[in-house]
């Protein structure tokens, strides 16, 4: 597994329960669904790529 960075991250209550809903839904933790969320933005606007996340991992 890749070394991950750890923050903070403050949210307020109801930003909090509707990602914790949306992440139940898709059978995820809300931290494995904020990763994937900020992956697919990042991606969609070309800031990051997979190919490059695996060639960082070599």
């Known amino acids: 597994m890749a070394d991950k960075k750890n923050f903070m991250l403050r949210l307020d209550e109801q930003m909090y329960k509707a990602l914790e809903k949306w992440a ?9 669904q904020i990763e994937y969320l ?20 070599k």
């Open 38 to 57: 900020l992956n697919k933005a990042l991606q969609e606007n070309k800031r990051f790529s997979a190919e490059k996340k695996s060639a960082d991992k």
């Open 24 to 32: 139940a839904d898709e059978f995820r933790s809300v931290n494995g």
